[in-house]
């Protein structure tokens, strides 16, 4: 940022008799300064002993106001070279572009997305993360598996992988996907770095400005970012118990005439809900007959803990229309970043052209580790363990919500990672989020995963990353907000408001 030398500005004396200390009201002398383009962004201030003569205040308030404009984020000083302007009269902070204001669509709720990766604090119970806790992740075995790459003599790793990914990976996945009842060869596979690098592959092949996408709703938020960054409208089928109901998808087929259907058929993220074997077939041969493509996430489909899910689309695919999506984060750890997708043959150059576009390739380091974890007989003991894991926490979920929540609702799923809870009339996960934050415990409102607006009285509670101890403790905060807020609810209803209770 250029420099500007500081000409005499004129500021108004502060006055003693006020009321307000003599260095805030220089504060707001240089404030409104700065407000009304008197003084500009890069512009040098007096140094500290000049505002002082130039002001008739001590050197101490000077470098007060000084101290109080830097905390506003308003000065900079540095040493021997004074103090500078470091916004202006547009709102601007410390630089000379507006970056705030200059957001793309989709990137703008900077904060809603950042906690999708925020890392764990002690002091907190979080329920807002996406991932398996750190003690159902197969550290022990992937440390062996590093080891092996090592041994081997590692020098490969280090030149360009194959844009569609390391072959070792994708013959494992060929074996590993038959227990999905899958049975691909590896040249129907494409790696990604992690399934969200993947659903940004498939938007930007498949997907034009303007298009729409139809998704389930609710349903996972980084995928509704992703087609939204690729200039699709993102419109949500809605579900019943038993998953994506087939009228409102056919309706919606032939209005829109979609690019895109994406699809959780099993565990789905957030609702929970598995679709029967009967709706797989109805929901593709609408999808065939109306040839639009359906991109099948398949994440979770493996982390049942009662009866498993019926096989993927995938596997009813004698048509070529299904893209299939997996990735080593939900049943491995989510730090490794590889995901897969398989694709019809005829689609994968298309896929491929994007993935090179966005990353190249995928590093060989991690995918060669997810080939050797897969491969490992001890990958079916840990995915048991795993199962095992996660079915502890959603029972204690549950068990603690029925006893310290009974004011909300929802269904029990039978795999996957999450609970969708419905609040109670009248009271909105907005509401809700920042007293449970300031109680120590964290959620997912339910609109960032609602893709046409909606999704107020909902929010999602992720079981998976939290220690089973911690949940009965997290929950029991929860209640308490929960009721913190149901309090002025209760007394407006028996004052006779028309708001509806639970
Ligand atoms: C359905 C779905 N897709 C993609 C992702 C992102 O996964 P990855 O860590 O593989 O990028 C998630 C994470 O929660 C998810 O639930």
């Not at 080891?147 to 390391?166: F, N, S, W």
């Not at 070792?168 to 494409?190: F, K, N, Y």
């Not at 309706?251 to 074997?277: C, E, I, K, N, W």
Request: glycine residues 10%; positive net charge; charged residues 20%.
């Amino acid at each position: 940022m250029a420099r500007r030398p500081s000409p005499a500005i004129s500021l108004p004396r502060p006055d003693p008799g006020a009321g307000a200390p003599l260095y805030l009201q220089v504060v707001s002398a240089i404030e409104h300064a700065i407000q009304d383009g008197r003084l500009q962004l890069g512009q040098r201030l007096p140094a500290e002993r000049r505002l002082a003569v130039e002001l008739g205040v001590s050197r101490t308030t000077a470098t007060n106001a000084y101290r109080e404009l830097e905390a506003r984020g308003l000065v900079r000083g540095h040493v021997g070279r004074g103090t500078t302007v470091l916004a202006d009269s547009m709102g601007t902070h410390g630089s000379a572009i507006p970056w705030q204001q200059r957001a793309s669509r989709v990137t703008v709720d900077v904060a809603g997305v950042m906690t999708m990766v925020q890392a764990p604090n002690s002091q907190r119970i979080s329920f807002a993360q996406g991932w398996p806790d750190r003690s159902l992740q197969p550290h022990d075995l992937l440390d062996r598996a590093w080891r092996t790459i090592m041994d081997d003599g590692p020098r490969y790793l280090y030149g360009p992988a194959a844009p569609e990914g390391d072959l070792t990976l994708r013959e494992a996945l060929t074996v590993w996907l038959r227990g999905r009842g899958l049975s691909i060869r590896p040249d129907q596979c494409l790696i990604t770095t992690g399934a969200q690098a993947g659903l940004n592959v498939v938007a930007r092949a498949f997907v034009s400005h303007g298009q729409v996408v139809l998704t389930e709703t609710p349903t996972w938020m980084g995928a509704i970012l992703a087609f939204r960054w690729a200039g699709a409208d993102v419109i949500g089928i809605p579900m019943d118990r038993d998953g994506i109901q087939l009228d409102p998808l056919e309706d919606a087929l032939a209005r829109y005439r979609p690019s895109l259907l994406y699809l959780m058929p099993s565990f789905q993220h957030p609702a929970g809900t598995v679709l029967s074997r009967e709706r797989r077939r109805q929901v593709l041969e609408m999808t065939t007959r109306f040839r639009v493509p359906v991109l099948e996430s398949d994440l979770y489909g493996d982390l049942h803990f009662e009866a498993p899910a019926p096989p993927p689309l995938k596997a009813l695919d004698a048509l070529e229309s299904v893209i299939y999506q997996g990735s080593f984060s939900k049943i491995g750890a989510p730090g490794v970043r590889v995901g897969w997708l398989v694709a019809p043959t005829t689609a994968l150059p298309i896929l491929q052209a994007a993935k090179v576009v966005a990353d190249v390739c995928t590093a060989t380091g991690p995918q060669q580790l997810v080939a050797r974890a897969l491969d490992a007989p001890a990958f079916d003991l840990h995915l048991a363990r795993l199962r095992r894991g996660c079915r502890e926490r959603r029972d204690a979920l549950v068990a603690a919500l029925r006893r310290f929540c009974p004011m909300v609702d929802f269904n029990i799923p039978g795999g996957g990672y999450y609970l969708w809870v419905r609040l109670p009339a009248g009271l909105t996960a907005g509401q809700l989020l920042p007293v449970a934050r300031e109680r120590g415990v964290d959620l997912r409102p339910g609109p960032q995963f609602v893709p046409d607006g909606g999704g107020h009285n909902y929010v999602r509670l992720c079981f998976a990353s939290v220690p089973t101890r911690d949940i009965e403790p997290g929950v029991r905060r929860l209640g308490e907000a929960l009721r913190q807020l149901m309090r002025p609810l209760t007394a407006a209803v028996s004052r006779g408001s028309a708001e509806p209770l639970v």
